[in-house]
């Protein structure tokens, strides 16, 4: 199977520091990554070397076959759907759920064209999958965290994208608006056959599809691997700089700080 | 309505409802997407690029074009990059700009008249050509704001959202810079380089003050961007006020009056019209 994501030796830098070093990956169609690490450890930026609003100081990265440059990243951006970390939203923004679902669907719609009765059902089924339809009229300054990432979500989906890139799609909520992100985003990548890449802070709650761990320290990749072979000790403590401590059960797993 | 066969009156007549419309709609991006300082370092770049046509003998509203093209690609990456804030770059502009006006404002030799109209405006003395050029640079407003809606309801949103999801962000933004550059160097003289950036952002923030729609904030900022501009010209014809004050002041009571009654103050749920 090809790689539907390839990264070769790709660093990026923002002003002086380096924000990715020297990474090189490849992520197959249908995989569910979880990438974790400390603040700044370059997290984001891996993100965005995907979707190409990082700029690449060095190195190639392809996706779906293409290779990243100024002329491609359109298309590249066109089949990644990308939820960014919770926005600041004016209250008073002269935009409601609908409209900001819909542009999801720009992108691919093109320039100085209308959106087609298949964008509209394609739009209307993003909003059912998230359940966000009461919320439709609402303008989107108006939501709580929780309702605000299922829109980014659903604006996600409307692009029917290939890949999902998700940027810390659980901070900031509360736990069960939490847990209600976590079944959604499952539920997205089962049913759209999505490959999908998850940033997250907190290792307590990770998703049951997700089979691969990738961990971030100072910009290099210091594990790539199966999920439970990440959540180790050894290694989290290494990432974290201070004595982790790993519980598993059937529940799941904790991972803190030894006291 | 005899008064309204003068030609010169006329002419202020569709400089007021031209020049309302264009800068009221330019403003709706200028207050949607926070970035009022765009406002402040064109209107001034327009202002001495004017003053330095009439110098040495070019079109004044050539010069304000290509004064304000400069200061739109000067802005545009510096407001790009996140270590640099825009303000420190427009207040540098900004300040450039006005020192540069007023020392090409001291070389010129002679009665200054012409000058000084560009800084307070002179919505009587305006002629056919002015009128014309106004109504091209507002028609090409209003036909981009209707062509590219959708991509700039995107872009208002978010510009780092509007180019995850593969809509040209960077071309469009820059149109964005470019057109407002356009539409104060066309307004230069009818409402002067000094109070054009009120005009822009008054309309604009009142409509803001009552609509959660995109669409009717464009429509209700250009009612009120013409009512100034038309009350402004009463004002001025009748009792012999400049023009550009008067529109200053009726557009931001207009504001008040929004601020005030404004719905967004008491939000319903379920009511959001």
Sequence with gaps: ????????????????????????LKVFPGEFIVVAGPNGAGK?????????????????????????????????????GYVPQVLRIDPRMPINVREAVMLGRYGRIGVLRRLSLRDEKVVDEAINLTKIRHLLTRPIGHLS????????????????PQILLLDEPLSNLDISAQEDILRLIEEVHRSKNLTTLMVMHYLNLLPRSATRLILLKNGNLIFDGPLQEGLKEDILSHLYD???????????VLVRVKR | MEFLTYKFLQNAILASFLGGISCSLIGVFVITMEMPFLGVAMSHSAFAGAILGLLIGVNPFLMALIFCFFTAILIGPLSDRAEFNPDTAVGIIFSVMIGVAFLLLAM??????????????????????????????????????????KELQAIIFNREIAR??????????????????????????????????????????????????????FL??????????????????????????????????????????????????????
């Design chain 2, 164 to 217: 995850s999801v593969g809509i040209p962000e960077r071309p469009i933004y820059y149109g964005i810079l470019f057109l407002s550059g356009a539409v104060i160097s066309a307004n230069l003289n009818t409402i002067g380089g000094l109070l054009i950036f009120s005009l822009i952002i008054n309309p604009a923030a009142s409509a803001y003050q009552l609509t959660y729609n995109l669409k009717k904030m």
């Design chain 2, 108 to 149: 010129i030799p002679g009665p200054k008249t012409e000058a000084l109209s560009l800084i307070w405006g002179s919505i009587l003395t305006i002629t056919r050509r002015d009128v014309v050029l106004m109504a091209i640079i507002s028609g090409i407003v209003v036909l981009l704001i209707t062509l590219f809606f």
């Design chain 1, 145 to 160: 965290g929780g309702e605000l990432q299922k829109v980014s979500i659903a604006r996600a989906i409307s692009q029917e």
């Design chain 1, 242 to 252: 201070c004595r982790v401590e790993v519980i598993k059960n059937e529940e799941g």
């Design chain 1, 1 to 24: 199977m090809n790689p539907i994501i390839e990264l070769e030796k790709v660093t990026i830098s923002y002003r002086e520091n380096v924000a990715l070093k020297d990474i090189s």
């Design chain 2, 220 to 273: 209700l900022s250009s009612c009120f961007g013409v009512f100034s501009c038309l009350l402004g010209l009463f004002f001025s014809s009748l009792f012999n006020m400049p023009a550009g004050a008067v529109i200053i002041i009726s557009s931001s009571i207009i504001f008040l009056i929004c601020l005030l009654f404004s719905p967004k103050k008491r939000v319903m749920k379920g009511n959001y019209e």
């Design chain 1, 44 to 80: 984001t930026t891996l993100l965005t070397a995907i979707n190409g609003l990082g700029k690449l100081l060095k190195g190639k990265v392809r996706v779906n076959g293409v290779i990243m440059s100024a002329r491609t990243a359109t298309y590249i951006r066109k089949i990644t």
